[in-house]
């Protein structure tokens, strides 16, 4: 079952009030179309950015539990290409909506429905292995891109240890429907 590639998806509104940030951040002596750490540093400083974007930056900021990223980490998930700037279209990629396979995403959500035994939108440990959730997800993503974000090991089995560390981004050891959907994110 291999995933498609399509374009990226993004939130007009917040893509629109990310290219003025941009563009006014860039305005200095030498605008040059990219942004330094300095740079991200006012922009950061000046607006709520993260507090508006949602995906691998904020993904992090969950897993911690003082919602803090550092420059570093934010400039490692923003600058794609490692050049040590941030240009127009990597800073826009802030405004991605997450990408769903809709057909993973139909049997994921099934799938966290048939295993919410105490019915609280959120799976337990045990909740996960009753249903053997590690076995079929490895056998839904098998071969695709999302199989290799959470099959750290690389032996073809995502296991529960894998599954809970991949998916459980606010720590609490359980997964809420939210963070099982990320199975069927594509990008």
Known sequence: MGCKSSKPVYDEKLKEKLKKIFEEADDGWFPDKH?????????????????????????KMDSNNDK?????????????NKDGVVSLEEFLSL?????????????IMAMFIDG??????????VELTMKMIPDQITELIKG???????DKNADGRIS???LI???????????SLEEFLKVAIEK
Request: aromatic share 4%; hydrophobic share 35%; net charge negative.
């Open 35 to 59: 942004l330094d750490q300095e740079e991200m540093l006012v922009v950061l400083t000046k607006t709520q950015l993260l507090e508006t974007i949602e995906g691998p930056i904020k993904d």
């Open 68 to 80: 803090f990223i550092t420059m570093d980490e934010l400039m490692a998930a923003v600058d794609k």
């Open 95 to 107: 405004a991605r909506k997450p990408q769903y396979n809709e057909t993973l995403k139909k049997k």
């Open 116 to 125: 919410d035994r105490k019915i609280d939108r959120s799976l337990t440990p």
């Open 144 to 150: 695709t891109e999302i199989d290799k974000k959470f």
């Open 160 to 162: 529960l240890k894998e």
């Open 165 to 175: 560390a991949g998916l459980d981004t606010d720590g609490d050891g359980n997964i």
